[in-house]
Structures are given as structure tokens and as C-alpha cells.
């Protein structure tokens, strides 16, 4: 299984090596015209609740198709998860009870996460 992984992703693995995301600062939810839209602040969190991934090291077309590439990595292990224009980028929604194995699948192929830091001094 892991050679036609290899086999498929071929040039792929080396474009995705150079990718870093970040998550975005809110949780959403599916709205209207299955786009997601955010979470309320206050509002009770649910199973139903989704987290967005954009990247970081890539913009445009070249986005586009990364990210499109994060999709498939991630539906190889049966995890459910779509690409959705997003404030004019590509970004990467997954459940909310998903982002861990997300991450980790994401590690795993050489993605790089951006993670935010709280209470450094100044």
C-alpha cells in the first residue's frame, strides 16, 4: 500500500514538504449553500462544528492545487473534509473532532502546522 501511496503523490510529496497551514481562529459550521460560516461567540459547541485550515506558504492556482492535494491525503484514510473558497483562498474544513488526526496526517506527508503563541513577553 505505502508504494502506491509513493507512486501516486510522486512530485506531489515534495510540493506538500514545502506547505505550511494554519488554523483558522474560529470554529464553523455549515451554512447556506454548504458554506461554512462561524461560530457565534458563545454559542455551544457541537459534533456538527469544523475547523478550517488556509495555507500559509502558498497563494493562487498553486494553493489551489495543494490544497486539493491535503484533500486526497486526508480521504486516503477515510477522513471527511472539503475545500472551500474562504476570504478569497483556499481553505481545508474538517470536524472539529477530526483537527488532531488531520494534523497529525499532515505532519506525516511533511506539512508544516503554524501554531499561534499566547502570553509571550514582550
Known sequence: MMIASDTVWG?????????????????????????PEPHLPGSAETESDL???SLLSHQGRQAW???QMLKEA???IQLDCSVVEWEG??????????ECTTTCRL????????????????
Open 11 to 35: 512530485v506531489g510529496v515534495n510540493r506538500l514538504q514545502h506547505s505550511v497551514v494554519h488554523r483558522l481562529p474560529q470554529h464553523y459550521r455549515w451554512g447556506a449553500e454548504n458554506r
Open 51 to 53: 475547523v478550517g485550515l
Open 65 to 67: 492545487d495543494i490544497m
Open 74 to 76: 486526508l480521504a486516503e
Open 89 to 98: 483562498e483556499p481553505c481545508l474544513f474538517v470536524a472539529r473532532n477530526d
Open 107 to 122: 505532519k506525516n506527508f511533511g506539512v508544516g502546522i503554524a501554531e499561534t503563541f499566547n502570553n509571550i513577553p514582550a
